[in-house]
């Protein structure tokens, strides 16, 4: 038989609500409620068991569900589910979940940790708020007033909503704690005479660790600090949108762009043009690489900072979201001995990745791999990988000269800029070695046009050409709250959807919004790739300097999927949605 008597266990004190009173009413007696019911109908514990844990609840002022835990008769995670299940609640792991600033710092830092209860999204302007103990109603009134909006309640495991709290808290106390330091601290100097001992104080270099933190945390691929009249404006990208998280005092920008030129090694007097440089270091519990790029304004200098994920080097082409067919096109394209291939896209498409991810296909002790790029963004085993340096005279084109000399098999030029690159790597591909490369066009077809406006001769153009990759990133829908309908004729119409290609789905998604995806509905992202096959025919329609109407009508002849086609295929599939597509391709 169970044993009846208390069990001993130490609990914080309980908190007060507004009135003084204690928060919660504990049961009377052996009275059992119906949580203590649901759990002992599931025989996770006995009736014994359950009026032991309730006669404690009640002399000691906690909750039942807390009582049950610390005794070890209901693990954390079981207890949040069966309260999620028994009122209907949505249970989320808040490890997983990427908080909306804004509506973290909806409410006090202080209230949070008193009532264990945090705000971690909006939805539908209403403030969603994650908690352990969902019958805490005081602690719900007291957001409900200070906040003034409906609540959205959300069940979370009591160990992981205390580490959340800790961890925001720590980055919106350290924020405030630091900027207000710093700038009492610059607030009489004279920032256009800082000098680099004034930077390496204390405020200032928490200041920028903790912004740096934040953004790593926040999965951000960029911060963009900018300067306005009055204030400094920070920005993060989180899949491919800008969100602003943190503005400070216009003071601390002179300390703040000095810190970062110093972490990147930059000229921190010369504020009248662009600077690029590159830092690391461990932020978040993980080591990152960081660009960096300085731009003078109007209003001060603007610094954009891209976070590199290492992981990044690693993946392999088919985590890259090709679809099959088009992932065997360019598959056959890269194993072949000698050729060009051409990766494009607008900044910030994955191009470089896409390209990382083909060197780790055909990456072999066989083959002698070397890589010229500006800059060297991430360090792959097993290749030889050669930074520009144009201050030194080590420019594309000198350093392909010099690859060209160290008995390449494959080639990867970071971009083709201009003429003089163009034509060795041209030369390079012709004459038994294979090249991979980016340009910046708009889409397959007009690659072949853009390398004749550099001065290529169309026919070195169609000799050397194998395929052209052109690609976007879009965003993926969040699985845990992508809303289901049927799309109607007109909305497909308008879309100009390829009924011939694609049958029309009877059922699509669109983008809902909850806590793991920070209310955006949208959850990472993917790759939409078109890829052009240089066949007999477009090679000699490109040897006769043919105009990218033309290639476009001979490539939709030899059924190349158009990057609009692949993105509509991932609306029909459920991955992604049909305004999203058509925001990143129209």
């Known amino acids: 038989m169970a044993d009846k008597r208390p069990v001993t266990t130490t609990y914080p004190q309980p908190a007060q609500g507004q009135n003084g009173a204690n928060r919660r009413v504990a049961p009377s007696g052996n009275f059992i409620s119906p949580l203590g019911r649901a759990i002992i109908a599931a025989g996770l514990v006995s009736e014994d068991q359950m009026k032991a844990a309730v006669e404690e609840a009640r002399a000691t002022q906690v909750s039942l569900n807390r009582v049950l835990v610390a005794r070890k008769l209901v693990d954390e995670r079981t207890m949040a589910e069966i309260m999620a299940k028994r009122l209907g609640l949505e249970l989320v792991d808040l490890s997983r979940i990427n908080l909306d600033p804004t509506a973290v710092s909806a409410i006090p830092n202080q209230l949070a940790k008193k009532h264990e209860i945090l705000p971690i999204a909006w939805k539908d302007s209403k403030l969603v708020v994650a908690m352990a103990d969902s019958s805490d109603l005081v602690a719900l009134d007291d957001v409900r007033t200070i906040t003034q909006r409906e609540l959205i309640v959300v069940i979370a495991t009591r160990s992981d909503l205390i580490q959340t709290i800790e961890r925001s808290v720590r980055f919106d106390d350290a924020l405030d704690a630091t900027s207000q330091a710093a700038a009492d601290q610059v607030a009489d100097t004279d920032t256009s005479t800082l000098t680099v001992d004034v930077i390496e104080d204390a405020p200032i270099v928490k200041l920028v660790n903790i912004t740096l933190a934040q953004a790593v945390q ?15 404006r920070i920005r993060l990208r989180i899949d491919g949108v800008l969100h602003e998280v943190n503005r400070f005092p216009k003071v601390l920008l002179s300390g703040i762009v000095s810190r970062l030129k110093i972490m990147a090694n930059l000229n921190i007097a010369e504020r009248r043009i662009p600077q690029d440089g590159r830092m690391s270091g461990t932020l978040a519990g993980q080591t ?3 660009r960096i790029a300085t731009m003078p304004t109007v209003a001060g200098e603007k610094i954009v900072i891209r976070i590199l994920d290492k992981s990044t080097a690693l993946l392999e082409l088919g985590q890259l979201g090709f679809m099959k067919e088009t992932l065997d096109q360019y598959e056959a394209c890269f194993r072949r001995p000698y050729g060009t291939i051409l990766v494009t896209g607008p900044t910030g498409s994955g191009k470089s990745t896409t390209l990382y991810a083909t060197l780790n296909q055909i990456n072999h002790e066989s083959r002698n791999l070397i890589t010229v790029e500006d800059p060297v963004e991430y360090r792959l085993p097993g290749v030889t990988q050669v930074q520009v340096n144009t201050k030194a005279g080590l420019t594309f084109a000198s350093a ?8 390449p098999d494959i080639i990867l030029v970071g ?3 201009d003429q003089e690159t163009a034509i060795i790597a041209i030369e390079a591909a012709l004459t038994g070695h294979l090249v991979l490369s980016s340009v910046h066009t708009n889409d397959s077809v007009s690659t072949p046009s853009r390398l004749a406006e550099m001065g290529i001769a169309p026919y070195l153009i169609a000799s050397s050409l194998d395929c052209i990759v052109a690609q976007r990133l879009t ?17 497909l119409r308008s879309a100009r959807w390829p009924e011939d290609k694609i049958p029309p789905p009877e059922k699509a998604f669109k983008a809902g919004g909850c806590p793991r995806c920070a209310g955006t509905g949208f959850l990472g992202r993917f790759g939409l790739h078109e ?10 329609a490109i040897a006769e300097g043919a105009r990218t109407d033309t290639i476009r009508q001979l490539a939709k002849s030899s059924n190349m999927q158009t990057m609009k086609d692949v993105g509509l295929y991932h609306v029909a599939l459920g991955n992604t949605s049909l305004e999203e597509i058509l925001r990143v391709v129209s």
Do not use: F, W
Request: hydrophobic share 35%.
């Open 218 to 232: 926040q999965r951000a691929s960029d911060i963009h600090i900018e300067p306005g009249e009055d204030e400094v």
């Open 288 to 290: 990152v690489d960081m």
């Open 400 to 407: 392909l000269r010099s690859i060209l000399r160290s008995d």
């Open 415 to 417: 971009e083709i800029r």
């Open 475 to 491: 965003r993926k829908l969040c699985d845990n709250c992508k809303v289901a309908y049927t799309p109607t004729l007109s909305e």
């Open 531 to 540: 890829v052009l096959i240089i066949s007999e025919e477009i090679e000699h």
